[in-house]
């Protein structure tokens, strides 16, 4: 990774992109599950709230439109108030439908899911995935005509729910390629990969790779994989997504290049797919080369599956990863898994509350991680679902306990509280107290442990407390303070601090 990269990321203009593939309107009901139902064995939601997002091909237009490219949009939808919806919320994020026929006899795809504390209980599927009737898929193709002319490029995700069938793939490829646009495909699972041949480069996962080059091996075998699609689908790259092990990239007449995953505590790979084929088609759209595309898009992927749900990733969000990521190269380090920016942390919160889930809050200088530390980092986790530790920085601690302290840098603390498993996110705060750091993310709870006598001890109380949360203390089974433990090293090794 380099800062040029980043800057040349944060510089990209607004291509046009069309996006052509099937629309689906994604349902969520929140809600909290306390009894079973009298009437069978099973659980009783109560509903809390409701939402309702943009799926399937939507989810990659959307991402575009919010890392802004200018998207026009093409399918077929029900005549029914599910499509009515989304259109509305695609024209809100921004993005043009351009080609939309109506099917009055098949009903709008809707995915409900129901959750309680953040899990799923139930999934409601209504659709018609059969494949889009041949007038209906002659319509469509000729409502793409003028837009693909005005369009930088082409994205194809197939989610299999039927318009993107064989008999309007084969002429709407052909028809890029004379208009010499590059088309990208997320392919469908299950499907004959026969169907794209010709486009310019297609996105799959290593199992979907794997099926459609009809081979049953390992990811070791990947390289055979890629070549065999490159030649099979007549190809200029093929871009084979491995999760922790980054993504692989093929083209024509060129060695096969690896882009290796940074370490990330994973928490929901839903929608990494559809980032990856985002941000390849931003950059390629932009006129960016292969290599810079599958860079991008193998870093903001690493960041939509640290997050929870389906989350858009601004092209700010992106580049200071970039920067951050190259600054620690350039320095011979490597990313913690669980340290995150105030921003990050922020978008991470409101995600986590949208969708019921208790967030716990503790800090401290956490120099010589000990015995004491683990237990408060325990009982905090053992209060709700997603735990936070904020520790001082080193300017920080200095200014608090003198010029000798630290004992270990921010970052050799950063490292040591996110291999605790306890530990969900780690920040880093410059400031003396965390107030601001609690003013902007508001967690549910406060923990610090129980050496401190009163709520009223405890810096914050009462920011947290004025927005509905409540502190706790953490009972000590030990008592190791880090002054204590240099004091006794020191005494061991017949020396003094003075």
């Known amino acids: 990774m380099t800062p040029d990269l980043a800057r040349k990321f944060a510089a990209i203009g607004q291509p046009r992109v069309l996006v052509v593939g099937d629309l689906m309107l994604d349902r969520y009901v929140w809600g909290s599950v306390d009894r079973i139902s009298p009437e069978a064995p099973i659980q009783v939601l109560k509903v809390e709230r409701e939402e309702e997002r943009c799926g399937g091909a939507g989810s990659v237009a959307v991402n575009l439109a919010v890392l802004g490219a200018r998207v026009a949009f093409a399918t077929a939808l029900g005549a029914d108030a599910a499509a009515d919806r989304l259109r509305e919320r695609m024209q809100q994020r921004g993005v043009r439908l351009e080609a939309i026929v109506p099917l009055a006899d098949r009903p709008t795809t809707v995915k409900t899911r129901f959750l309680a504390r953040g899990q799923q209980v139930l999934r409601v599927d209504h659709e018609d995935a059969s494949p889009l009737p041949g007038p209906a898929a002659k319509r469509l193709l000729a409502a793409i005509g003028p837009t693909l002319r005005q369009a930088d490029i082409v994205l194809l995700p197939d989610y299999n729910k039927g318009v993107l069938t064989p008999e309007l793939l084969a002429p709407l490829i052909a028809q890029c390629r004379r208009a010499g646009k590059r088309v990208l495909v997320d392919p469908a699972r299950g499907v004959d990969p026969a169907r794209y041949r010709g486009c310019s480069a297609i996105s799959p996962n290593f199992v979907e790779a794997a099926e459609a080059a009809g081979l049953n091996v390992g990811r070791s075998e990947v390289d055979r994989i890629g070549r065999r699609l490159l030649r099979r689908l007549e190809l200029e790259a093929c871009v084979v997504t491995m999760d922790r092990d980054g993504i692989a990239l093929y083209r024509g007449g060129q060695r096969p290049r690896k882009f290796p995953a940074r370490a990330r505590e994973l928490y929901d790979i839903t929608g990494a797919g559809d980032m990856v084929l985002s941000v390849l088609g931003l950059v390629l759209g932009a006129g960016g080369s292969w290599d810079e595309a599958v860079e991008a898009a193998n870093l903001a992927g690493g960041l939509e599956v640290a997050k929870i749900g389906v989350v858009p990733l601004s092209r700010e969000e992106i580049a200071a990863e970039m920067h951050r990521v190259a600054d620690l190269e350039r320095a011979g380090g490597s990313a913690p898994t669980k340290l995150r920016s105030r921003e990050e942390l922020a978008q991470i919160v409101r995600t986590l509350k949208s969708q019921g889930r208790t967030i716990v809050f503790t800090n401290g200088c956490f120099d010589l991680l000990n015995a004491n530390h683990i237990s408060l980092l325990r009982h905090s986790k053992s209060l709700g679902d997603v735990l936070i530790v904020?520790?001082?920085?080193?300017?920080?601690?200095r200014r608090l306990k003198g010029?000798?302290?630290?004992v270990l840098t921010e970052a050799e603390r950063v490292e040591l509280l996110s291999a605790v498993h306890h530990v969900d996110y780690v920040a880093v705060f410059p400031e003396d107290t965390p107030r601001p750091l609690l003013q902007l993310l508001q967690p549910d709870i406060l923990v610090k442990g129980g050496d401190y006598k009163s709520k009223e001890e405890v810096v914050g109380w009462e920011i947290v407390e004025g927005?509905?949360?409540?502190i706790e203390r953490a009972p000590m089974s030990h008592y190791h303070s880090t002054s204590?433990?240099?004091?006794?090293?020191?005494?061991?090794?017949g020396r003094s601090d003075r």
């Open 390 to 397: 904020a520790t001082n920085s080193d300017e920080s601690i």
């Open 403 to 406: 010029p000798s302290r630290p």
């Open 467 to 470: 927005y509905g949360g409540r």
């Open 484 to 493: 204590r433990i240099v004091r006794k090293i020191l005494d061991a090794h």
